[in-house]
């Protein structure tokens, strides 16, 4: 028998029955095995907990797209790694974690056309805004793609259907010829760095359209649906 196989019955030997360690013998101790991380990504802002329960205390908050590693999981919560050498965790619903980097909030890219259509409704409905004012007429468009009855992925029929953008009958005019900022207000939207509205803001006009207000901004008020 050769050197190899003897050393492997022996340490099978030792770890089957303990009592083959001869008096004042110690087993070499084992590491644990490295624990096996996965990278996700954050689907939306969310909330960092430092107990799996959401009654526990919140740590902190992760906007959307932020490389997490998780290292396991624990009733519908995902433990994230904060300190690899102190084997220290936080714990964020597992629901709020994918695979893949999200375009934006919406999970919805246009395309260069309809980003083309957003710019001059924009411009139409919003030019004359603040920036914040512009950002949010953008979400209020990419809100309404969630909602099938509004026109749901398509930009083109959420913009054109009847009664929900007037301006749409001067979406070829001059007066629609996007400006920089404009351009530039709904790149910011698009692109996933704002989070102004929620999804059931799908309301605007200069007057309050229900009595579910959810903001006034500049010379518009924004309503749930």
Same mark, same amino acid.
């Given at each position: 028998?050769?050197?190899?196989?003897?050393?492997?019955?022996?340490?099978?030997?030792?770890?089957?029955?303990?009592?083959?360690?001869?008096?004042?013998?110690?087993?070499?101790?084992?590491?644990?095995?490295?624990?096996?991380?996965?990278?996700?990504?954050?689907?939306?802002?969310?909330?960092?907990?430092?107990?799996?329960?959401?009654?526990? &205390? $919140?740590?902190?908050?992760?906007?959307?797209? *932020?490389?997490?590693?998780?290292? =396991?999981?624990? +009733?519908?919560?995902?433990? @994230?790694?904060?300190?690899?050498?102190?084997?220290?965790?936080?714990?964020?619903?597992?629901?709020?974690?994918?695979?893949?980097?999200?375009?934006?909030?919406?999970?919805?890219?246009?395309?260069?056309?309809?980003?083309?259509?957003?710019?001059?409704?924009?411009?139409?409905?919003?030019?004359?805004?603040?920036?914040?004012?512009?950002? &949010? $007429?953008?979400?209020?468009?990419?809100?309404? *793609?969630?909602?099938?009855?509004? =026109?749901?992925? +398509?930009?083109?029929?959420? @913009?054109?259907?009847?009664?929900?953008?007037?301006?749409?009958?001067?979406?070829?005019?001059?007066?629609?010829?996007?400006?920089?900022?404009?351009?530039?207000?709904?790149?910011?939207?698009?692109?996933?760095?704002?989070?102004?509205?929620?999804?059931?803001?799908?309301?605007?006009?200069?007057?309050?359209?229900?009595?579910?207000?959810? &903001?006034?901004?500049?010379?518009?008020?924004?309503?749930?649906?």
């Amino acid at each position: 028998m050769n050197h190899f196989v003897t050393a492997l019955l022996l340490s099978l030997n030792l770890l089957i029955n303990p009592a083959a360690i001869g008096p004042g013998e110690e087993l070499e101790k084992k590491e644990n095995p490295p624990v096996v991380v996965e990278t996700k990504y954050t689907m939306d802002t969310v909330s960092i907990y430092q107990e799996p329960s959401a009654e526990s &205390a $919140v740590v902190g908050t992760l906007p959307m797209n *932020t490389p997490v590693e998780k290292a =396991g999981e624990v +009733n519908e919560w995902s433990m @994230l790694v904060a300190n690899e050498e102190q084997s220290e965790y936080v714990y964020v619903q597992t629901a709020f974690l994918s695979d893949t980097l999200r375009p934006n909030r919406w999970n919805y890219a246009p395309t260069e056309e309809e980003k083309q259509l957003i710019y001059r409704i924009v411009m139409l409905e919003s030019g004359a805004e603040s920036d914040l004012g512009q950002q &949010a $007429v953008t979400e209020v468009i990419m809100n309404m *793609t969630l909602y099938p009855d509004l =026109g749901g992925r +398509n930009i083109r029929r959420v @913009l054109s259907k009847k009664n929900q953008y007037v301006t749409w009958k001067y979406v070829n005019s001059s007066r629609a010829t996007p400006s920089q900022r404009v351009i530039n207000n709904v790149d910011y939207v698009l692109s996933g760095r704002s989070n102004i509205l929620p999804f059931q803001t799908i309301y605007f006009a200069t007057y309050p359209q229900n009595r579910r207000i959810q &903001a006034r901004i500049g010379g518009h008020v924004f309503c749930n649906r």
